[in-house]
């Protein structure tokens, strides 16, 4: 059977050209990169190559990105480190309603260790509000951490201007773009930002790597103690196959961006133009203009989103009701509730995002498959028979 994979926002193919780039560091260069002998020095300079690509690409300096485990563990570090570097000055942090688990559940964990965080609320279209953000700002908050992109409905932040915010108040920014990096073109000193989360596996790389960007003067703790690998602030041999295959990917991505960017956005804007004219009772979640090339999010009236993903599966296509995390959870996505959504609707919700490899012809069928299963999932709702009768009286 083939598969009509539209969730790319959970992770990627690794393209091919990023296999090949690995693969050679797994069976010939297989060296630590750490040793002292000339056989581990291929290793060494290829996770160096690697390094300086993806500073490149950031606009950063080569010694400023650190090898992580990916997204996760960088939104991790960045939080809980600055958090434990910085608390002489204070305790005060700062995010958003809409941040990835990554970052809010270590915000949790935080604020049950002596944090105090603030939430700052985004407006309908998942933006952040700006006025709000800089009215939470104490003298003793030391951090702000503002997702570039959101993975659920798109949006993305206005980053130059939450860093000019940070740098006027002398609070450090840091921002999850996993969503983002090499997607859309980011710059840390365009931007201010501090620190910056990117992970391998959303941009058609390997999954368990990722990066840090940490400016240089930014006081951080090692997160993982052991050896003296990344400057001793991240120890652990290095994942030289995954480092090299995340620079690839990277610099892939970036050599194609504008392309890519314009490509997609033709398919998404077709799609959505698609879904909102010719399905009643449908809505599009996330802002019009400033979403992800790749990303597209719905809502329908009187549908649950499980029972939509089970019988677009039957048919070949991969979508999710939100983030990949929390599925599994029966609570609505805590994005759409930030954007004001009510329950009932925010469970009728539908993630579809696309890559280059996606074609015109898979979102007409998508759309086409996805206009009977809500017709005959409605015909089943009492929920929708009620709403139809009380319209016709
Ligand atoms: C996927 C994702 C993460 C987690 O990255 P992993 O590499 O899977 O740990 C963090 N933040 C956002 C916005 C993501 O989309």
Partial sequence: MKYIYLDNAATTRVAPEVLEAMTPYFTEYYGNPSSIYSFAGTAKNAMEEARATIAGILGAKTEEIYFTGGGSESDNWALKATA??????????????????AILHTCEY?????????????DENGIIRLD???????PDTILISVMAANNEIGSIQPLKEIGEIARKHGVLFHTDAVQAFAHIPLNVDEMNIDMLSASGHKINGPKGIGIM??????????FIHGGAQERKRRAGTHNVPGIVGMAKAAELADAKMEERMAYEIKLRDHLIERVLNEIPYSRLNGDPTKRLPNNANFCFRFIEGESMLIKLDQKGICGSSGSACTSGSLDPSHVLLAIGLPHEIAHGSLRLTISQETTMDDIDYTVDELKKIIEQLRSMSPLYEDFVKKNQK
Avoid: D, F, N, P
Wanted: proline share 0%.
């Fill in 84 to 101: 434990e570097a910085y608390a002489e000055k204070g305790k005060h942090i700062i995010t958003s309603t809409i941040e990835h688990h």
């Fill in 110 to 122: 935080l604020e049950k260790h002596g944090y105090e965080v603030t939430y700052v609320g985004v």
């Fill in 132 to 138: 709000e953000l800089e009215q939470a700002i104490r």
């Fill in 213 to 222: 960007y940490i400016r240089k003067g930014v006081k951080i703790r090692s």
